[in-house]
């Protein structure tokens, strides 16, 4: 399994920025980064995409971030980051790092793990 680590979140007003972090790592399995995201849950709501990237730089993006947020990855230290500006308060959610991974050995079967959450609150 790989566990992930998140940090940066927290509370800030309305228009202003938060810069998350996720660090991913394995202490018994060699593994390789096929993709790493941010998902959101707001309370009442389902779990939504934020944004993911790729090993190869490729980047996708939820309606709602467009412009706002942007995502970016450091292959050699296995770490995703997510630069949210403008924030508003409906930005307001658990934000969840994810990663996709695979093992060199089998690169055809990918899997899954989560991370535990953290909190960013926008306020009015």
């Known amino acids: 399994q790989v566990q992930l680590v998140e940090s940066g979140g927290g509370l800030v007003q309305a228009g202003g920025s938060l810069r998350l972090s996720c660090v991913a790592s394995s202490s018994g399995t060699i593994f390789s980064i096929n993709a790493m995201g941010w998902y959101r849950q707001a309370p009442g709501k389902r779990r939504e995409l934020v944004a993911t990237v790729t090993s190869g730089g490729s980047t996708n993006y939820g309606d709602s971030v467009k412009g706002r947020f942007t995502i970016s990855g450091d292959n050699a230290k296995n770490t995703v980051y997510l630069q949210m500006n403008a924030l508003r308060p409906e930005d307001t959610a658990v934000y969840y790092c994810?990663?996709?991974?695979?093992?060199?050995?089998?690169?055809?079967?990918?899997?899954?793990?989560w991370g535990q959450g953290t909190q960013v609150t926008v306020s009015s």
């Open positions: 994810k990663v996709t991974w695979y093992r060199s050995t089998v690169p055809n079967a990918l899997y899954d793990n």
